[in-house]
């Protein structure tokens, strides 16, 4: 895969040199000038058989709100790239996915292992700057971490303070290590859901709100692991 981004030069050029069974990956295409947005749209027009994948991190710049191509974007670039589009939800609307993309930041470095808290705490932020923020959060916390388990006191404050003063904080590895896939993934959501009610005081419109979830979701996910809180609804 050859990645590229506003800053890597002729990306039309690149497009056309490119391996005609590879992908071209063109991260933050919004952030392309109009006379960049004009070489690789001709690039395009010539035809290639190369893979192009076009990535925003800003919905905005490539559309407006009438779903047609923004201002940023020349509509000859447009046509081009919007054959199929794919609409990633921000990362608080896809926790469960946390824990995974957690581990994926720690590749390539030292063997280390998560303790339960951290990974709560890591799962309850909002992550406005999505994948980026939790690989930047996690690979901190991993170079900060004095053992091969990271903690919570490894976190940032503003991400350590997410996981609540009325939960033990456990420094031993995770419980998570040797269970399958989806096991592991649904214990989490089981504490998740229980931690959201827990500080909402039972009321699960503000746990949904903390979850970054809807009301009838929430209740599905409730009823899906036997959580029964009587305090409030």
Known sequence: MLRANATSGDLGAQICAADPNSTVLLDGVGLLDGPAQTRLASALAKGTHARVIATTCDPGSVLDGR????????????CHL???EVTVPPLRERRADIPLL??????GGPSRAFADDTLLALTTRDYPGNVRELFLVVRRAAAMATSATITVHDLPDDVSEL???SFPRSEGPSSYEGLPLKDAIARL?????TRALHRAEGNRTAAARILGIARPQLYVKLEEHRIVDRRKS
Do not use: D, M, Q, T
């Open 102 to 107: 957690a581990a994926r930041a720690l590749g």
């Open 67 to 78: 779903g047609l191509p923004a201002a940023r974007i020349l509509p000859e670039l447009y």
């Open 82 to 84: 919007a054959v199929v």
């Open 163 to 165: 996981g609540g003063s």
């Open 189 to 193: 959501e089981k504490e998740l859901l």
